[in-house]
């Protein structure tokens, strides 16, 4: 069953090796010989495990979207749980045809994922790239505060009896991360929490199916249920879609692999493991609560102490990995604007990096207090970017750099079916997540 799902994914339009070379997926033979001669050149200390590179896709992909699971299947019914299959098969393609992509030419392989669409659509393709990742970059780590201003409020709450108010806690978090942020210039400084941040992703994803079942378990008034609501399936689908992102960061993963011939088979398992994860959580979260069920699901989990240690990590989590994420914006920012050593002194550069990185603190912080949705948030940032970074623009650079002509009709059905569901996720999932934003926002201010 694995070999066939690989197959599937994993057919060359141009390839005309046996199907008995399993050890080659994605490329035809042109293509593979290049493939492997650079892969000759790369240095044998920075060659990772094929295990290596499941555990650095499946710590990416994992992360604080699973919160939201539950509240999917609220909005959009049990057949949500569906849409967390779609959306992984969807995923599972696109992954694989983003490295095909870097190969498109025969001759030498892309770097990034910039670069595949700038060959696909010029200067264009290369900057609605980037505008889509940096916007994803500042979403989330606006989604961040909230989230960790909300547990500390919580737990401040539950534990000291002290309710200091969102909006305080939001300006904390931030005085936290200003630190790391501006005075580490680089990623190098501050990219050393992957492995306590799936711990935490992984130990909240635990106490949330315990705690889920036990409630169900043990409640005398069970909730409402629905099968469907087609209304609320665009919102659903966008922010399951939120939990499928980190392509943009996959010919990196891939780079680094030793056997970079086995990115479909690793990048198929790493999918896979996250979307049992993901289904567990929904399933459980939606069972024990219905159409109570919010997002995050913490709000409504029973305390005790596997909620209060769940929490306690998660805010490590967020709070470590907000300088990662608003540092890799402001890196590629800065060099924009000249703020760099080739431009200014040591002292200069350092000041003008501090007063633009604390403009970027107080920006998020700003939208967090102003706006602190964290569901609505998370389904906007699904609908806006991800749709459209993890399943149209993919296919669209793959149609465009291997010539739809050229494909069968059922790679081409499948093709269009997939930018579909995407434009549905992005045009009505951004539309009905801005219309809940709004209502939410109103109903915060009274």
Not at 253 to 278: D, F, G, L
Not at 341 to 364: A, D, G, N, P, Q
């Amino acid at each position: 069953m694995a070999e066939e799902h690989d197959s599937f994914y994993s057919d060359s339009i141009y390839s005309t090796r046996s199907s008995s070379d399993s050890e080659a997926p994605l490329l035809g033979d042109e293509e593979l010989l290049v493939y492997e001669l650079q892969n000759k050149d790369r240095p044998n200390n920075t060659k990772g495990t094929s295990f290596g590179a499941y555990i650095n896709i499946t710590c990416l992909m994992a992360g604080i979207g699973v919160l939201g699971l539950p509240e999917t299947l609220n909005k959009g019914g049990w057949i949500a749980l569906g849409l967390i299959i779609v959306s992984m098969l969807i995923a599972l393609y696109t992954s694989i045809i983003i490295i095909k992509c870097l190969y498109h030419n025969g001759k030498s392989r892309l770097s990034t994922y910039g670069e595949i669409g700038q060959d696909a659509f010029g200067t264009f393709g290369k900057y609605l790239v980037e505008f889509f990742h940096n916007v994803t970059l500042i979403g989330v780590s606006v989604l961040y505060f909230i989230l960790a201003a909300e547990n500390l409020n919580e737990l401040a709450s539950h534990h000291y009896d002290t309710d200091l108010g969102i909006k305080i806690w939001t300006c904390i978090c931030a005085a936290f991360v200003s630190v790391p942020f501006i005075f580490a210039k680089t990623l190098k400084e501050v990219a050393i929490i992957s492995i306590f941040g799936a711990f935490a992703t992984l130990f909240c994803i635990i106490a949330n199916v315990i705690l889920s079942f036990e409630h169900w378990r043990d409640s005398t008034d069970p909730p409402s249920y629905k099968i469907l609501d087609l209304s609320g399936i665009p919102t659903s689908l966008a922010t399951i879609s939120f939990s499928y992102g980190g392509n943009n960061v996959f010919p990196h993963i891939e780079e680094s692999m030793q056997k970079p011939r086995h990115w479909n088979r690793v990048v198929t398992a790493a999918i896979c493991t996250c979307a049992i994860m993901y289904f567990l959580v929904a399933f459980f979260g939606y069972l024990a609560y219905g159409d109570t069920t919010v997002n995050p699901i913490l709000k409504v989990l029973p305390e005790g102490l596997l909620l209060t240690s769940a929490s306690i990590l998660i805010v490590i989590h967020v709070l470590f990995t907000i300088p990662i994420l608003m540092t890799s914006f402001a890196m590629e920012a800065e060099k924009f604007l000249n703020i760099t050593r080739e431009h200014h002194s040591k002292i200069v550069e350092f000041l003008l990096r501090t007063v633009f990185r604390l403009f970027l603190i107080l920006l998020s912080v700003g939208i967090a207090i102003l706006v602190p949705c964290f569901g609505d948030i998370m389904a906007l940032l699904g609908a806006l970017t991800t749709c459209l970074f993890v399943f149209v623009l993919p296919v669209l650079f793959y149609l465009k750099l291997f010539g739809w002509e050229r494909m069968s009709y059922l790679t081409l059905i499948w093709n269009v079916f997939v930018i579909i569901v995407g434009l549905i996720g992005f045009v009505i999932g951004s539309i009905s997540a801005l219309n809940n934003l709004f209502e939410d926002f109103i109903v915060t201010k009274k």
